[in-house]
């Protein structure tokens, strides 16, 4: 059968308040970063990107800060709704390879 | 809209029949794509870089004869698990860059395969 399913770490906020999701990546030569929100059976859908030559970067309600030091990465999503209650994964992409590297995951639940 | 589209959403099978799912970029062409599988709960898990024109590249432990890939054209890559079997259930999610260059990789509905 399928492997035992792991519990992602469990972010719960009530609606309204300020979220922060946090990703420590793995590879300092890594040199962009996304951020994906998953709905329980879709895909991953683009929240945000920022790349390495750059800290910050804002978009609509969601903010990604990027620490290169410690190789920490997260997302703040400003007055959380119901409908941002998903799985968000961090991913990283090294220059030179096509692929990304995904982060465990991290469940966020708003309640109303 | 999307960009990336997977059919089926999902599919329920029997043990030792193959299933195929395909992966088509909407409004771009990809040379290249990719297909995950992912477990309830955990992360994705690359298995695979379709190439069009060529053969596929598989990441270490994905068996390629289990799990064939054809990238045919331009928009089109396909997934068909052979001879599967209920250990082989799971979500599959194929993805694509619509710009390589600025590194936009979007990501298919998923396909959420169950084998009797």
């Known amino acids: 059968g399928e492997s035992v399913g792991l519990h992602l770490p469990t972010l719960s906020v009530q609606e309204g308040d300020n979220s922060i999701i946090n990703c420590a990546y793995s590879?300092?030569?890594?040199?962009?970063f996304i951020w994906y929100k998953q709905e329980s059976g879709k895909g991953p859908q683009f929240i945000i990107d920022i790349r390495s030559n750059m800290d910050k970067r804002q978009g609509q309600r969601v903010t990604v800060l990027l620490n290169k030091t410690v190789k920490h990465l997260s997302l703040q999503i400003a007055a959380t709704q119901p409908g941002d209650s998903a799985v968000y994964f961090c991913?990283?992409?090294?220059?030179?390879?096509?692929?990304?590297?995904f982060g465990k995951g991290t469940m966020l639940l708003v309640s109303p | 809209g999307a960009v990336v589209s997977q059919h089926p959403s999902w599919v329920i099978c029997k043990s030792g029949t193959s299933v195929k799912i395909e992966c088509r970029s909407l409004?771009?062409?990809?040379?290249?794509m990719f297909w995950y599988r992912q477990f309830p709960k955990q992360s994705l898990m690359l298995m695979a870089t379709s190439n069009e024109g060529s053969k596929a590249t598989y990441e270490q432990g994905v068996e390629k004869d289990k799990f064939l890939i054809n990238h045919a054209s331009l928009t089109l890559s396909t997934l068909t698990v052979t001879s599967a079997h209920p250990e082989d259930s799971s979500f599959y999610i194929c993805?694509?860059?619509?710009?390589?260059?600025?590194?936009?990789?979007?990501f298919g509905e998923g396909s959420r395969l169950t084998v009797l």
């Open positions: 993805s694509a860059f619509r710009n390589y260059a600025t590194g936009e990789l979007f």
């Open positions: 991913a990283e992409k090294v220059p030179g390879y096509s692929t990304l590297t």
């Open positions: 590879n300092s030569a890594s040199d962009y």
């Open positions: 409004d771009f062409q990809a040379t290249t």
